[in-house]
């Protein structure tokens, strides 16, 4: 017959030299206290860079619109609206998309790109040829769009919501709209 507890203590001593080398593969050696600590604050301070930095607009470039002023010009209708760059970082302008469903044969009038300094203004003046006046003015569509370049060269559209002065003025597609239509029935 076999020799049973022979080979059950053989198997039990290898097994335990394999299970002990295992253990030391998943398990890092304990490390010095200090280089627990440099490696904790490296992570913080890694975390608080990339936290700094996206709200700062270097990596996804900040930008606000306000509208500024609009009117009748001959047959048609312009709006002008400041474009701002809060970014900490230059940016380019490459392109203003103020369609609304209300509007009809939108055209920038504005040479872009342009470049935008830190906290800086480019005013954009944006004409519309046609105005559905019969038509109802969806107020959640009051934004425009804003195509920008950051400093890393990613182009991206940020859709930007048109900051009033007035309360009074409502959404600005409603109030141009109401302008338009007035202007065109008188």
Not at 37 to 45: E, T
Not at 88 to 108: E, K, L, N, Y
Not at 117 to 140: M, Q, Y
């Amino acid at each position: 017959m076999t020799d049973m507890a022979g080979t059950q203590a053989g198997t039990t001593a290898a097994s335990s030299t394999t299970d002990d080398e295992l253990i030391g593969l998943l398990v890092p050696p304990p490390r010095p206290r200090w280089q627990t600590v440099c490696i904790a604050v490296a992570f913080v301070a890694a975390l608080a860079g990339v936290v700094l930095a996206s709200e700062s607009g270097a990596i996804v470039p900040r930008v606000h619109a306000e509208l500024s002023q609009w009117g009748p010009n001959g047959r048609a209708f312009t709006v002008v609206f400041r474009v701002r760059n809060d970014s900490w970082t230059q940016t380019q302008v490459h392109a203003v998309d103020a369609s609304q469903p209300m509007f009809g044969a939108v055209r920038v009038l504005t040479r872009l790109p342009q470049t935008l300094e830190p906290h800086s203004t480019l005013e954009v003046t944006v004409r519309f040829d046609s105005f559905n006046c019969e038509g109802s003015v969806d107020g959640r569509s009051s934004g425009i769009r804003v195509r920008v370049r950051d400093p890393f060269g990613l182009t991206l559209t940020r859709r930007v919501k048109i900051e009033t002065h007035d309360a009074a003025q409502g959404d600005w597609p409603a109030y141009v709209t109401a302008d338009a239509c007035a202007a065109k029935r008188g």
